[in-house]
């Protein structure tokens, strides 16, 4: 008897995650059975957050179509470059093509709930689980810098970039409307006010990511795009807790090239407080660095980086997290709406995504009234 149970509980953005129980005739309890995962593309999941944070639809029809390159990009990595870069992955047996309206796509994999779990946007990581996720980082970096050129490079260059307006538009929307409801609605105004220019600036998300790379003269890597706490499984003991070990870092949909700092900053903006955050960011790029050089050796030279260059990076790539930290928090908070049914714990889920947008947002202001005034200067302005 095969029965099978939606387990992404609202974490998906283009897929859900069918987990499916295998019971055989000579099995002798509940427990005797075989378990496996298939994740299977689609866009439901991501039309019912849309509806309960009073989203518009972020896609049309030809929309739709555009976002199947997603489902390739993720079939692409597990077949040709998993192997090289090393850390933990989820076993894929299988991977079927999405063609949308034609054929549904699925990338059948072991299932990782039974050694990982993973926590959700409100929950808050600690900083051994930092420091366990830059050595990882600095790893598969490392691999895929000295993989052969032609695996990789020019292969993986996302190009959907009407699909990618789209998402920008709908959380600049749901930023906005979250601004209206929230109580800290005094202190966002004139930060949203301020910067709302540049998260409707699509060149400025560009040129941070492509230009603003090349002006640095730093080697591309492979970027996973979206390492958020939904797609980092970290390790359980017996009891079933979270350890501080990464179990798998799963969900490659938004794989591309790009800057060595995207995951990072990625990573600690949705996955950590306004407190954890900055913390991490005393230490997170040196530690990469100090990392990279033991995965080169110890020889130093050979790093193609600088902690200069990179803290640069990173900045860039916080500076295009941070413009859509309002929206992410109504998008994720509809997202937990059937999982938790608590009034009180909800309303700490909206506190605690609140201040967590609040912190962002300062620090996006540190940096646009400082070292990247200039950037600030020549994107921000708003047109008469």
């Known amino acids: 008897m095969v029965t099978s149970s939606d387990v992404s509980g609202g974490k998906g953005f283009i897929s859900i ?15 005797d059975v075989y378990t496996t995962v298939l994740k299977i593309p689609g866009f439901e999941s991501l039309e019912e957050n849309a509806e309960k944070c009073d989203s518009e639809q972020w896609f049309d029809e030809d929309g739709k179509k555009e976002m199947t390159e997603l489902h390739r990009l993720e079939c692409s990595f597990y077949t040709q470059l998993a192997p090289i870069f090393d850390v933990p ?23 990782l709930t039974l050694r990982g779990k993973t926590i959700s946007y409100f929950d808050n990581i600690n900083l051994t689980q930092v420091k366990e996720f830059i050595r990882h980082l600095a790893h598969w970096h ?32 749901m930023g906005q409307a979250f601004v209206e409801k929230s109580s800290m609605k005094h202190l966002f105004d004139p930060l949203v006010k ?26 591309r890597v492979i970027v996973h795009g979206d390492l958020h706490s939904g797609n980092i499984m970290f390790g359980i003991d017996k009891n079933g807790d979270v350890q501080n070990y990464i179990a798998a870092f ?17 990573f600690l903006t949705m996955c950590a407080d306004g407190v954890v955050r900055r913390q991490a960011e005393q230490f997170a790029i040196p530690y990469y660095f100090e990392c990279l050089v033991k995965e080169y050796g110890g020889e130093e030279e050979k790093v193609p980086y600088t902690v200069e260059k990179l803290q640069k990076a990173y ?17 994720l908070l509809g ?19 609140t201040l967590k947008a609040y912190h962002i947002y300062e620090d996006l202001d540190r940096l646009m009234t400082g070292e990247m005034k200039h950037l600030f200067e020549r994107f921000g302005k708003v047109e008469e």
């Open 17 to 31: 995650i069918c987990r499916c129980i295998i019971k055989f005739v000579d099995s002798i309890d509940d427990s």
């Open 89 to 111: 992955l989820p076993k894929v047996y299988n991977v079927v093509e999405w063609i949308y309206g034609k054929q549904e796509g699925c990338i059948h994999m072991e299932d």
């Open 142 to 173: 490392k691999n895929i810098l000295t993989a052969d050129p032609t695996i990789w490079k020019e292969k993986f260059v996302f190009k959907k970039v009407d699909a990618f307006k789209n998402a920008i538009i709908a959380f600049d929307k």
């Open 194 to 219: 301020k910067y709302r220019p540049l998260t409707q600036n699509f060149d400025f998300m560009m040129w941070c990511s492509r230009e603003a790379i090349d002006e640095l003269q730093i080697p």
């Open 250 to 266: 799963v969900d490659w949909q938004t794989m591309h090239e790009g800057s060595p700092m995207e995951d990072m900053a990625r």
């Open 315 to 331: 900045n860039l790539a916080f500076a295009t997290q941070g413009l859509f930290a309002l929206g992410i928090v109504p998008f």
């Open 335 to 353: 997202a937990m709406e059937k999982l938790e049914s608590s009034k009180i714990i909800k309303d700490s889920y909206l506190d605690y995504g």
